[in-house]
Structure formats: structure tokens, C-alpha cells
């Protein structure tokens, strides 16, 4: 359960968005729309949220987003070329002026020794201009590493957006 600050800082991105007039989306995969949730909490935020994508499958992430099967093969779907491919392919399919992503690892299994538990990537783009990704390995259970990845990425979008 979030708490005030957790608001507070959901509710700091929407006033950033705002201000700048931007819209703005997201690709999730381990966080299973957990950032969008965080967003969508605060009331008026119809007036910056266009939408997301949860893009747990390599199906959806390729046939929705436009990641390509290319990077998928070369990368894997946890890495960073995957992470940037699917929140350009956000910004393409919904409009929004500023998207993020996020890929990752969230456990208790599916890890290996090259991408352990735990490990997530955070892409944030602003249209037409730059795209940022982060890689972290965040400790604690599946909850946790949710928890953090959707934090970060609401902290990166904070900071694209001001």
C-alpha cells in the first residue's frame, strides 16, 4: 500500500506533466501496469494520461510496440535495446509527448547468473528527442522489485518532465 510519499510523488509527476502540457505513456512488463495504476490514482489525471501497454509477452511486446524481433534475439527482452524499443513503440502507438518503460526480472525465478533477479531496465523518451535508460538490480521479493521499478520510473518521468 503506498504511502503519502508514494502520493505525493505520483501526484508531483502529474503537476510536471501539466505544466508542460504533455501526455504521456507507458509499456510495462514486470511491473504489470503498476506505474499507470500509481498514475491513475490521482484525481484529473485525464488531462495528462493517454494510456499503456502491459507487454508481458515477447508476442505483445513485438506485434503491439514494434520491438524487433532482432532485438529481442540479439538482447533478450531484459536489456536495455528492449527497454527503448518498447517506450518508442509507446510514443508512436498513443501520441503522448514524454513515454516510459520498464523490462525486467522481477522473480523469484527466471534469473540467471547474466540476469539475476531482480534486474530491471527504465527507459524514459520525450518525442522526438531523447531516450534514458537505467539498469538496476533491486533487492527484496517480486512485490518489492515491482514496487522500486515503478518508483524509479515515476522519478525519471518527474525529471523529463521539469
Same mark, same amino acid.
Given at each position: 500500500?503506498?504511502?503519502?510519499?508514494?502520493?505525493?510523488?505520483?501526484?508531483?509527476?502529474?503537476?510536471?506533466?501539466?505544466?508542460?502540457?504533455?501526455?504521456?505513456?507507458?509499456?510495462?512488463?514486470?511491473?504489470?501496469?503498476?506505474?499507470?495504476? *500509481?498514475?491513475?490514482?490521482?484525481?484529473?489525471?485525464?488531462?495528462?494520461?493517454?494510456?499503456? =501497454?502491459?507487454?508481458?509477452?515477447?508476442?505483445?511486446?513485438?506485434?503491439?510496440?514494434?520491438?524487433?524481433?532482432?532485438?529481442?534475439? #540479439?538482447?533478450?527482452?531484459?536489456?536495455?535495446?528492449? #527497454?527503448? #524499443?518498447?517506450?518508442?513503440?509507446?510514443?508512436?502507438?498513443?501520441?503522448?509527448?514524454?513515454?516510459?518503460?520498464?523490462?525486467?526480472?522481477?522473480?523469484?525465478?527466471?534469473?540467471?547468473?547474466?540476469?539475476?533477479?531482480?534486474?530491471?531496465?527504465?527507459?524514459?523518451? =520525450? *518525442?522526438?528527442?531523447?531516450?534514458?535508460?537505467? *539498469?538496476?538490480?533491486?533487492?527484496?521479493?517480486?512485490?518489492?522489485?515491482?514496487? #522500486?521499478?515503478?518508483?524509479?520510473?515515476?522519478?525519471?518521468?518527474?525529471?523529463?518532465?521539469?
Amino acid at each position: 500500500m503506498p504511502d503519502v510519499s508514494e502520493d505525493l510523488l505520483s501526484q508531483s509527476v502529474g503537476e510536471a506533466l501539466l505544466r508542460r502540457s504533455w501526455m504521456v505513456c507507458t509499456a510495462e512488463s514486470c511491473t504489470g501496469g503498476l506505474i499507470l495504476h *500509481r498514475l491513475t490514482n490521482i484525481p484529473g489525471c485525464s488531462a495528462y494520461v493517454l494510456g499503456g =501497454v502491459v507487454a508481458y509477452a515477447n508476442a505483445i511486446k513485438r506485434e503491439v510496440l514494434r520491438v524487433p524481433q532482432a532485438t529481442l534475439g #540479439a538482447h533478450g527482452a531484459v536489456s536495455e535495446q528492449t #527497454a527503448e #524499443a518498447m517506450v518508442r513503440g509507446a510514443l508512436d502507438l498513443f501520441g503522448a509527448q514524454v513515454g516510459v518503460s520498464v523490462t525486467g526480472i522481477a522473480g523469484p525465478g527466471g534469473g540467471s547468473e547474466a540476469k539475476p533477479v531482480g534486474l530491471t531496465y527504465i527507459a524514459v523518451a =520525450v *518525442r522526438g528527442g531523447s531516450c534514458h535508460v537505467e *539498469r538496476h538490480v533491486w533487492p527484496g521479493d517480486r512485490d518489492a522489485v515491482k514496487w #522500486a521499478s515503478a518508483t524509479r520510473a515515476l522519478e525519471l518521468l518527474l525529471e523529463a518532465a521539469t
